[in-house]
């Protein structure tokens, strides 16, 4: 029993063998923090040199042109056609051989110009027949006439009854009326010996012909000898929204000639000059929409029967109004700003409301003033307050800059036209361009620029040259 509870005695005084293994874990942990610290530690000290290194972004460089006051049109556009105002499908009114044809397909005739001749001898005959006939009834009644004297004289001598002297002079009637009868048959025959000389009835283009010389031709056929258009003046048939048209009516009414422009189907080359001459009295309900009409002198022929053209209608001119190029305008979620460029050389977001477009310019009606300076090329790049390098507007090329590669020097503008950036996109082993790395156009702009790229750098052509258009993207 007592060695029972000295060996009780003597595992009670010794710790449990557990305790004396956990002292490690706190240097554990000790040491997975001072790692974790030195990591974090590292890397934001690489993080800080790092942008201590990296060297500020260099100004963008932008064209800008500051905004002038100038006049602009107020215009009402319509896709239109050409309506001649006469076209003539000649017939013949009388029967026969064409004989001889006057004119060439195509050919422009005057009013009166003979175009074709009909056998005019049966007509002649009639004509000589006629003729006969009167001389025959003239003389009749001239014999008639000499009785009627001597019936008259018996009578006032009580030598012939009265019934005699009424018989003679109702014969002398018959012979006058027979007389206009002969004449008539004249100028029948006359009428249509005239008629087998075919005249143009109106002045213009004639068509392809429908019938060849030697060929019976009638009165009654409905396709006739030739088409004949006039020209001069010509009419131009464009719709307008029924919107529009209580201005129109308006100008109308104050005796106004409001001007019309006949443009191509790219709208890029006015064709004719003319005036409004009427408008339709109803509107289209199934396309909301009233015909106008516009006349044009058509000197030169540039309009051609049937052709579709873009009809411009001047409505009014705003004179003195805030002009900026079209490329300016910008769009956003927040509606149409410009950048303009403060006198530190920085940009500045401008909300503008935007007025008439016409062509390149685009009035504004609130937020420019004149003489701000507004970025017209490079805004793709640009966001509040950067930094800009302006380029020297004579030396910018207009439209595409010289293509590299293929003659294309630095500083030299291009033929580019509207819609295209200053160059186009470089590719591997194609044409490569310094002047716009974007490609063509500005996406945020209200469509494609209307021009004023940079002077394209020349970077060759082949493979060999494609870094070098890479590095300039």
Do not use: C
Not at 32 to 46: D, E, I, N, S, T
Not at 231 to 237: E, I, K, Y
Not at 309 to 333: F, T, Y
């Amino acid at each position: 029993m007592p060695e029972l509870l000295n060996s009780t005695e003597r595992d009670s005084s010794y710790p449990p063998p557990a305790r004396k293994r956990r002292w490690w874990i706190p240097v554990l942990v000790v040491a997975v923090v001072a790692l974790g610290w030195y990591l974090f530690a590292g890397r934001q000290k690489a993080a800080t040199s790092k942008n201590a290194a990296k060297p500020a972004p260099p100004p963008a460089p932008v064209l800008a042109l500051p905004a002038r006051k100038g006049d602009v049109g107020v215009y009402l556009n319509g896709l239109g056609t050409v309506s001649p105002l006469n076209t003539v499908v000649v017939k013949s009114r009388v029967d026969g051989q064409l004989m001889e044809v006057r004119f060439r397909e195509g050919q422009l005739v005057k009013k009166g110009e003979l175009l074709a001749l009909i056998d005019p001898r049966p007509f002649q005959v009639q004509l000589t027949q006629a003729e006969g006939q009167m001389a025959r009834d003239r003389e009749l009644l001239r014999n008639a006439q000499v009785d009627l004297e001597r019936y008259r004289l018996l009578w006032s001598q009580d030598s012939i009854p009265r019934q005699q002297l009424d018989t003679q002079e109702s014969l002398v009637r018959q012979y006058q009326a027979a007389i206009k009868i002969d004449q008539g048959s004249i100028d029948n025959a006359k009428l249509q010996i005239t008629y087998s000389r075919i005249t143009a009835p109106v002045s213009g283009r004639v068509g392809l012909r429908q019938v060849d010389p030697g060929n019976m031709v009638h009165a009654s056929d409905t396709n006739g000898l030739v088409l004949i258009t006039q020209l001069q003046p010509s009419a131009v048939l464009f719709p307008i929204p029924e919107d529009s048209l209580p201005p129109v009516l308006a100008k109308l009414k104050t005796g106004a000639k409001l001007g019309v422009a006949a443009y191509d189907r790219e709208q890029k080359q006015k064709l004719a000059d003319g005036t409004l001459l009427t408008v339709d009295n109803q509107i289209d309900p199934t396309t909301g929409t009233v015909r106008l009409k516009a006349l044009f002198p058509n000197l030169n022929n540039e309009l051609f029967p049937n052709q579709f053209v873009n009809a411009r209608l001047l409505l009014e001119v705003k004179r003195q109004a805030v002009l900026v190029g079209s490329s300016a305008i910008q769009r956003g979620p927040q509606g149409t700003f410009v950048y303009l460029v403060k006198p530190d050389r920085t940009v500045t977001v401008r909300p503008v409301t935007v007025g008439v477009v016409q062509g390149d310019d685009t009035s504004i009606s609130a937020g420019v003033n004149e003489g701000d300076l507004v970025v017209v090329d490079g805004a793709e790049r640009l966001r509040e307050g950067s930094k800009v390098d302006l380029r020297d507007p004579s030396k910018a090329g207009r439209g595409k800059g010289g293509q590299a590669g293929q003659g294309g020097k630095p500083g030299q503008p291009g033929p580019g036209g509207q819609g295209q950036g200053a160059s186009h996109g470089a590719a591997p082993g194609a044409q490569g361009s310094l002047a716009n790395p974007a490609g063509t156009g500005n996406p945020a702009g209200p469509g494609a620029p209307s021009g004023s790229g940079a002077p394209a750098v020349p970077q060759g052509r082949g493979a060999q040259n494609a870094p070098a258009a890479r590095q300039a993207r």
